[in-house]
């Protein structure tokens, strides 16, 4: 009978212990809320650099509204558009598991919002946590329409990290003194690379390096020591950054929406589209100190040299007396590497791990081999005002040497959806045509790509590699490369051309970091994997917007599984027509 009460035990307690994990996950279901918002797109005027534009913002805010959610919770946002523009916006890391309506990639996922109209994005964050942000994703309006978008924990969750103090949303931007519309338009014309912007921006403020600026710079006020959490957000248009504070570590806790092994800084580089969580401690003389991004830059092309700040401000800093001044002497500035310290970028992203470890495909369904980079598409007459690229060529960039071209008579979804033909193929190739030496001396035969709208087709459930191949055609560069409704995992990189027979094999396949976008080193090649369990078309773009512009791009079509979870929902009532 003893026996007996010793065998039934255990099982109660596995019983007991399932219960309570049962009522804890409903429990954290209950506390799950939705978000309402309404977002109003339209013009404002916007003084920066001693001159105000007609600037289009999201409620009049620029940047715009902070969203904050948790894990679990379902979000309603009406935009309404009363922009002279077209525009979509895009939720940029969230999943949108079988919810491709409220992705919004204008032409891939939905037709854009036109003047005048609404649409009512819908989605739920399922299983994600960490700092993600929005930003229009038609055009370029996104240099001024964006937002942080953060996530936080299931009720009762805890940061696996020490508790911060308090949290604070570190945004980059890039600002140009024209409206950005403008300077697209004229590059589309003239086949040339866009202007520079004449600004960097944190929390949409230059700083006090910029003229007409240092009244507004933005203040981060701090008690001497106290633990902050700083979520990083790279909503640039077109460039990588460094970034670090003055006399302060920063302790990397996590990247997009995932957590990783924590490791101390000085510096970090972030680029567009990516996020970084760092913690930094208040443990220095009370004074001033800079935030400082300025340019990490690869290519071999003009860039903006300029450098945006902000102060970190200790409240017990002593004050200097004098009337209209509060705090004391000049704030002290960081040291930040040089604009093309390649090393020093490298050496940072190759730090960040995942925190425990992770289960990455092992094995591989489909095998994909992706050269990305720039291109020239040759004019018949080079003498031609629309023809002002290198040597009388028009800019282009490619992913296997196809310029991806996005539709307009109809999105890519609701073609798909509707058995809508003409609009796309699905033979994008999983190689390039031609096997070169990509990062050597490319023959200028191969530098003009086709513009074509081709898809890659993926069963539900395929395990997917792919590497990201930086080409040496035109220049080198790190490319940004960001994957919509899937995260990957980074599981190797590294300079030169992808060797599958040796690089392989040092693959991390224990902690590599989970990401929604990554870039390619220049002059080299980065590996992911991924599981395409989000059935739909999803769009795969290079996160500088010029390239994205020039056709750096290409989508992938996942294919529904078996049964209604494994099924795209039907589309909206309200989804914007063509």
């Not at 942080?148 to 940061?159: C, D, E, H, N, T």
């Not at 598409?377 to 031609?384: D, H, R, V, Y």
């Not at 080409?471 to 994957?483: A, G, K």
Request: charged content about 15%; some cysteine; aromatic content about 10%.
């Amino acid at each position: 009978m003893e026996l007996l009460k010793l065998t039934v035990k255990p099982r109660s307690s596995c019983l007991l212990l399932g219960l309570l994990f049962i009522f804890a996950f409903l429990a954290s279901l209950s506390h799950a809320e939705i978000h309402y918002h309404e977002f109003v797109i339209e013009a404002r005027p916007v003084k920066r650099l001693c001159r105000t534009h007609s600037t289009v913002t999201v409620n009049g805010q620029f940047p715009g509204p902070t969203l904050q959610v948790r894990n679990g919770d379902t979000l309603v946002i009406r935009a309404i558009n009363r922009a002279r523009y077209n525009v979509t916006l895009h939720w940029h890391g969230v999943r949108q598991t079988r919810n491709p309506w409220a992705d919004g990639p204008e032409y891939v996922t939905q037709c854009p919002i036109q003047p005048g109209r609404s649409y009512t994005y819908r989605f739920t964050i399922e299983d994600q946590e960490g700092t993600l942000w929005w930003h229009a994703h038609s055009r370029w309006l996104r240099a001024t329409v964006y937002g942080a978008l953060i996530v936080y924990p299931r009720m009762g969750s805890p940061y696996p990290f020490p508790m911060p103090k308090r949290e604070i949303p570190i945004l980059i931007g890039e600002w140009w003194d024209r409206d950005p519309m403008d300077v697209l338009r004229q590059a589309l014309f003239t086949g040339g690379a866009p202007n520079i912007s004449d600004a960097f921006t944190i929390n949409g403020q230059p700083g006090d390096l910029y003229r007409c600026s240092s009244k507004e710079t933005v203040r981060f006020p701090v008690e001497a020591g106290e633990t902050i959490l700083l979520r990083i957000i790279n909503s640039a248009m077109n460039q990588e950054h460094f970034f670090g504070v003055a006399n302060h570590r920063l302790t990397v806790v996590g990247v997009d929406t995932s957590y990783t092994k924590p490791f101390s800084t000085s510096v970090i580089m972030i680029a567009p589209g990516q996020t970084t969580n760092v913690l930094l401690t208040a443990d220095q003389p009370p004074a001033r100190y800079y935030m400082a991004a300025h340019a990490y830059n690869t290519a071999n092309a003009a860039f903006d040299n300029t450098t945006t700040t902000a102060i970190l401000e200790y409240k017990s800093a002593p004050f200097n007396g004098k009337k209209g001044k509060s705090r004391s002497s000049a704030p002290i500035f960081p040291i930040l590497p040089g604009f093309n310290d390649t090393a020093t970028a490298t050496a940072f992203t190759a730090r960040i791990k995942s925190l425990h470890q992770v289960q990455v495909p092992t094995v591989i369904d489909e095998n994909l081999f992706f050269t990305v980079g720039l291109g020239l598409i040759n004019c018949s007459n080079p003498n031609s005002p629309r023809c002002q690229g290198p040597n009388g060529t028009r800019f282009a960039a490619s992913i296997n040497n196809i310029s991806f071209v996005f539709p307009r008579r109809n999105s890519l979804m609701q073609a798909y959806i509707q058995g809508q033909p003409g609009i796309f193929t699905t033979d994008f190739p999983p190689v390039p045509p031609i096997i070169f030496d990509y990062t050597g001396n490319v023959s200028r035969g191969l530098w003009q790509p086709r513009k074509r709208t081709k898809l890659y087709k993926l069963k539900f459930g395929s395990r997917v590699q792919v590497v990201f191949q930086d080409t040496s055609i035109v220049s080198v560069e790190d490319h940004p490369m960001h994957l919509h409704g899937h995260e990957f995992y980074v599981v190797g990189s590294g300079f030169g051309n992808f060797n599958p027979s040796t690089d392989t094999a040092k693959f991390n396949l224990i902690d590599p970091p989970r990401r929604n976008t990554i870039g390619t080193p220049p002059g080299g090649w980065v590996a992911v994997r991924f599981v395409a369990e989000n059935p739909g078309i999803w769009l795969l773009h290079c996160h500088i917007d010029s390239h994205l512009t020039w056709g750096l791009a290409m989508a992938f079509l996942v294919e529904n599984g078996v049964g209604k979870l494994q099924t795209v929902q039907p589309p909206p009532l309200d989804l914007p027509r063509c």
